[in-house]
């Protein structure tokens, strides 16, 4: 028997005895407009209906690829030709064709049916439609057999899977946290070569940070050893001190800009006194000038030089500046 044909044979006993309506209603040529034509015309739900009871039977069988879906008999013969599934010799499953004028002719088929049984030159079949309004087992002749469609002979592209395809994911693996896959490459992932050990990558970020904690440190250290007036040497007051005049300021440069950049910096009130003292030291030596030759100014030289070098001892020897 065919095995396809048998599927159908199945679905076809089970609607054995349904009958059409008064009006030539019939559920199959119902469902062949719903379902299969484009244009949902009426027509089909009252058309004969022999072959549009296989279209539906293949339906529910999920054959419709081997089997076909035709409410035309005439197109559902020449499929099976056109597919190489054509033949005459009778067989239990196979589609049956029949011309009731006996002509042979492929495009006078006028019923279909399918084979229940073959005996000798006599087939049992099962047909819808039949008698003008049943579905029913008929008992035929060979005489009106125009030929035979074997629904397993259609050569139909099968869906391929994968022997070795992985199953498809459960719900509980699709939840699952993606920590459970790197373990698993983990395992079965060779450890690369020339990387150095978490030990040392951890070590190597600790002594860093330690390194930096330790720079830090000494910036503090040194900013707070940094003398707020450094040890500038001090003139007495003698008998030709007089106050400096104020030192003019270049154009550009405001007291507030000075201000500023002694907030700015810890050094700068030190660089600032400094350079007060250096132009007062001008001044004070530009006015004396004239008194070289005074036997006084010769002791004055003498005592600056001898401060300013003791001065610039200490200074070097300060330890807020080595």
Same mark, same amino acid.
């Given at each position: 028997?065919?095995?396809?044909?048998?599927?159908?044979?199945?679905?076809?006993?089970?609607?054995?005895?349904?009958?059409?309506?008064?009006?030539?209603?019939?559920?199959?040529?119902?469902?062949?407009?719903?379902?299969?034509?484009?244009?949902?015309?009426?027509?089909?739900?009252? *058309? &004969?209906?022999? %072959?549009?009871?296989? #279209?539906? @039977? /293949?339906?529910?069988?999920?054959?419709?690829? !081997?089997?076909?879906?035709?409410?035309?008999?005439?197109?559902?013969?020449?499929?099976?030709?056109?597919?190489?599934?054509?033949?005459?010799?009778?067989?239990?499953?196979?589609?049956?064709?029949?011309?009731?004028?006996?002509?042979?002719?492929?495009?006078?088929?006028?019923?279909?049916?399918?084979?229940?049984?073959?005996?000798?030159?006599?087939?049992?079949?099962?047909?819808?439609?039949?008698?003008?309004?049943?579905?029913?087992?008929?008992?035929?002749?060979?005489?009106?057999?125009?030929?035979?469609?074997?629904?397993?002979?259609?050569?139909?592209?099968?869906?391929?899977?994968?022997?070795?395809?992985?199953? *498809? &994911?459960?719900? %509980?693996?699709?939840? #699952?946290? @993606? /920590?459970?896959?790197?373990?698993?490459?983990? !395992?079965?992932?060779?450890?690369?070569?020339?990387?150095?050990?978490?030990?040392?990558?951890?070590?190597?970020?600790?002594?860093?940070?330690?390194?930096?904690?330790?720079?830090?440190?000494?910036?503090?250290?040194?900013?707070?050893?940094?003398?707020?007036?450094?040890?500038?040497?001090?003139?007495?007051?003698?008998?030709?001190?007089?106050?400096?005049?104020?030192?003019?300021?270049?154009?550009?440069?405001?007291?507030?800009?000075?201000?500023?950049?002694?907030?700015?910096?810890?050094?700068?009130?030190?660089?600032?006194?400094?350079?007060?003292?250096?132009?007062?030291?001008?001044?004070?030596?530009?006015?004396? *000038?004239?008194?070289?030759?005074?036997?006084?100014?010769?002791?004055?030289?003498?005592?600056?030089?001898?401060?300013?070098?003791?001065?610039?001892?200490?200074?070097?020897?300060?330890?807020?500046?080595?």
């Amino acid at each position: 028997m065919d095995p396809i044909g048998k599927k159908l044979l199945d679905i076809a006993t089970k609607e054995l005895g349904y009958t059409e309506k008064g009006d030539g209603y019939t559920k199959f040529g119902e469902w062949y407009r719903k379902n299969l034509d484009g244009d949902h015309d009426e027509y089909f739900s009252t *058309a &004969p209906w022999c %072959d549009m009871f296989l #279209a539906w @039977a /293949a339906d529910k069988a999920d054959v419709t690829g !081997q089997a076909g879906q035709f409410a035309s008999t005439v197109d559902h013969a020449k499929w099976f030709k056109k597919n190489d599934a054509w033949g005459h010799d009778p067989e239990p499953g196979a589609i049956v064709f029949y011309d009731w004028n006996g002509s042979g002719d492929i495009d006078q088929v006028d019923h279909v049916g399918i084979v229940e049984k073959v005996d000798g030159h006599t087939l049992h079949t099962i047909e819808g439609n039949a008698d003008g309004y049943k579905l029913m087992r008929k008992t035929r002749d060979m005489d009106s057999v125009v030929g035979f469609g074997y629904p397993s002979k259609i050569k139909v592209e099968a869906k391929y899977t994968p022997k070795h395809a992985a199953p *498809a &994911p459960t719900v %509980d693996q699709v939840g #699952a946290p @993606a /920590a459970s896959t790197r373990t698993h490459e983990q !395992q079965h992932s060779p450890a690369p070569e020339h990387v150095p050990a978490q030990e040392v990558v951890l070590g190597g970020i600790l002594a860093f940070v330690l390194c930096g904690t330790v720079a830090l440190a000494a910036g503090r250290v040194a900013a707070a050893k940094a003398p707020t007036s450094p040890p500038i040497r001090v003139r007495k007051r003698g008998k030709h001190h007089r106050p400096a005049t104020p030192v003019a300021l270049p154009a550009d440069v405001t007291p507030a800009d000075l201000d500023a950049a002694d907030a700015g910096t810890t050094l700068m009130p030190a660089i600032s006194l400094a350079a007060a003292h250096e132009a007062e030291d001008r001044e004070f030596w530009g006015r004396i *000038a004239h008194l070289e030759e005074d036997g006084e100014l010769d002791f004055w030289n003498t005592l600056h030089a001898e401060l300013t070098d003791s001065a610039s001892d200490r200074y070097a020897s300060t330890p807020g500046f080595r």
